[in-house]
């Protein structure tokens, strides 16, 4: 399990304090004790009044706290409900997955538009219908909700542009299930942690590829000019 104690060589256990703990993740000792009375990090196993021992299991979970907060940017309230479906994961697989989508979306409400008809909840009816796609209404309502924020905030194309993120979308989903490994805590990991701190990744590579687009796209420009035209 996560939080088992973890050998360090064949026969030897090991453990360290909450000061060593600190320094092998890099997360402030006053940070940890935080986590501590959370109830986000288990306690350690006591080794005085006031003195107790963590070993690997508790380094692990540190720096899965630590990227949660940090990296996918969660509230403490999300990362207990993640850390719930690591700790209890349902059996079947598409549970897994209903249990895993539900803790990373949270207890955010999507919020409704200032006033006036909102166009966006229908056309991403319409869009996922047109792709085929059955999706959960709290997935569609937050679409529709990022869809019409984007627009409002003056985000051209849109209407036509965003069921062509969604076709790219479907490649990714395909490449994040091919890497869900066959048991079930590492399927557990794979499909909520993966997710949240690769949410980030696809974000960088964006922009990674919107540059290499645009450098082609130059470059094309470029080759298009001949000699003459430069000189003339």
């Keep these: 399990m996560l939080l088992s104690n973890v050998k360090r060589s064949e026969g030897e256990w090991w453990s360290v304090r909450i000061s060593a703990l600190s320094e092998r993740t890099g997360v402030p000792v006053a940070t940890l004790k935080y986590y501590l009375r959370e109830g986000l990090v288990p306690p350690g196993r006591p080794t005085a009044a006031t003195q107790?021992?963590?070993?690997?299991?508790?380094?692990?979970?540190?720096?899965?706290?630590?990227?949660?907060?940090?990296?996918?940017?969660?509230?403490?309230?999300?990362?207990?409900?993640v850390l719930g479906v690591l700790d209890n994961p349902p059996a079947d697989r598409l549970a897994l997955l209903g249990a895993a989508q539900e803790a990373m979306l949270g207890a955010e409400a999507t919020a409704s538009g200032p006033g006036g008809e909102d166009p966006w909840p229908a056309r991403v009816a319409a869009g996922l219908a047109e792709l085929g796609w059955d999706c959960d209404p709290t997935l569609a309502a937050r679409l529709a909700a990022q869809l019409r924020d984007a627009q409002?905030?003056?985000?051209?194309?849109?209407?036509?542009?965003?069921?062509?993120?969604?076709?790219?979308?479907?490649?990714?989903?395909l490449a994040d299930l091919a890497s869900v490994p066959g048991d079930e805590e590492g399927a557990v990991r794979q499909v909520v942690v993966g997710t949240l701190l690769t949410d980030p990744v696809l974000a960088t590579l964006r922009r990674i590829a919107q540059r290499e687009v645009a450098t082609d796209a130059a470059g094309v420009r470029e080759a298009d000019v001949t000699p003459e035209d430069a000189s003339g």
């Design 52 to 81: 107790a021992a963590y070993d690997a299991g508790h380094v692990e979970r540190v720096r899965l706290v630590r990227a949660l907060t940090q990296t996918a940017g969660l509230a403490l309230a999300d990362v207990r409900r």
């Design 152 to 173: 409002r905030a003056g985000v051209a194309g849109l209407e036509d542009g965003w069921t062509a993120w969604a076709r790219a979308s479907r490649d990714v989903a």
